[in-house]
């Protein structure tokens, strides 16, 4: 039996609103006020040692007088999900771990989805690891307004998951793991993957990271990417990457789009250098070339060239600026970053961030409609700016704001607040 129990309760209120002002349009103003609350509750030892219950959940309603997703329709909309409902278990010694219920898939190839059902993972003394789901896959939101085909069910993407993971580690010098994910929908497969880590850690000369997702029913490679990080001297890391990517076949086999989307792969190659100037001053350069699919069966090169200067004053004084420009062939882009970060020492905190992105169009080009709206307004800028302040250990609020003019929009203004409160309570 459990010496003592402990019980954990987290809650956000949020508040979220909105103006938009699509550029092809000056009487089309969008406007969207937001309500949420959300609720984490978790509690360990519930009468046997190791066993855990958590469960966290938002409810919330939308009130604007145009929402941007369906503006013929006016007043409340209620929205609410169970994200996560569980029970886990974990043995004495962390040999053996059971989770059941609705929960987040990350092991081998899941990507943050929604699993009802069971996940279990085997540690053997030999640093391997056995890690085994299956269960029904939920859409990420409800809306109890919203009718669902009820004589149609492939409206849901897949309707099950299972799959496992093998990995293995070497203390924290090494980690190898491959992975399987099965995704359905009755007799329909939505997609197969393959999946396999490895990496080496030891050498401060040199550390080795890969990766990759296969495709199994075309077959076909839909990822594939290395990293090498070296740090020869104290300050100066250099870091060299490659990804190969295939987007089409990350789209399920459920879904329409997969019917229009194109076999296209993408090669990146990129190599980065940074260095510590002073205790407080790092900077930075980097640059690389892309491939990208020709009209044809070719591809044809662009490339990123890229520059960062970074000032900090410890873990909570940050200040910086990031240049980057990408050239995609039939149109380029000039990214600027520049952003900050400072902590008072009273409970107070604030960060902001400014952007500008310059466009420039290949005029021979036929762009889509997007890009002719691109070519009118080539100039997008605009800032994110967040405000803190901890009131109590356990409690804190947070008031962040954006605005931003871009070519999808004239405008763009959004205001968020939230209030959290975070206690932890033991021996109950």
Known sequence: MASGRSLSVRTDTLSVAGGVQPAFGAADARSRVLLLQLVTLASEDLGVQGLRAEISGFAGAEVADRPALAPDREGDRVQGNLLVGLLRYASPRNTLSLTLGRQYLFAGSGRAEHLDGLSCTYRTPWHLDLTVFGGRTSPWQLDPEVVQPQDDERWYLSGYAVGG?????????????????????????????????????????????????????????????????????????????????????????????????????????????????????????????????????????????????????????????EVELVDAVTERQL??????????????????????????????????????????????????????????????????????????????????????FDGRWGNL
Do not use: C
Request: proline letters at 5%.
């Open 165 to 321: 993971r093998l990995r293995t580690s070497v203390l924290e010098h090494a980690v190898a793991s491959i992975g399987f994910l099965h995704e359905g929908h009755d007799t329909q497969t939505v997609r197969q993957d393959l999946t396999f880590d490895l990496g080496y850690f030891r050498s401060r000369l040199l550390e080795v990271t890969t990766g990759g997702i296969v495709e199994i029913t075309v077959p076909a490679p839909q990822e594939i990417w290395v990293q090498l990080i070296s740090r020869p001297t104290n300050g100066l890391k250099i870091s060299a990457d490659y990804s190969y990517l295939v987007p089409s076949l990350a789209i399920p086999r459920t879904s329409i789009f997969s019917v229009f989307a194109d076999d296209v792969s993408y090669h990146d190659a990129s190599l980065g250098v940074y260095y510590g100037l002073t205790p407080w001053l790092t900077a930075g350069v980097s640059g690389g070339i892309r491939l990208y699919p020709d009209v044809g069966d070719g591809l044809q090169p662009g490339y990123t060239a890229g520059a960062e200067l970074r000032l900090t004053a410890g873990a909570a004084r940050l200040a910086g600026l």
């Open 335 to 420: 990214q600027n970053r520049l952003f900050g970060l400072y902590r008072f020492g009273f409970g107070l905190y604030t960060s902001a961030d400014l952007y500008l992105l310059l466009y420039d169009l290949d005029r021979d080009a036929s762009p889509s409609v997007f890009g002719q709206r691109r070519d009118e307004h080539p100039i997008s800028v605009g800032g994110v700016g967040v405000l803190g302040y901890r009131i109590t250990p356990r409690l804190s609020a947070q008031l962040a704001g954006s605005a931003f003019t871009t070519a999808a929009a004239q405008y763009d203004l959004r205001l968020m607040a939230r209030l959290t």
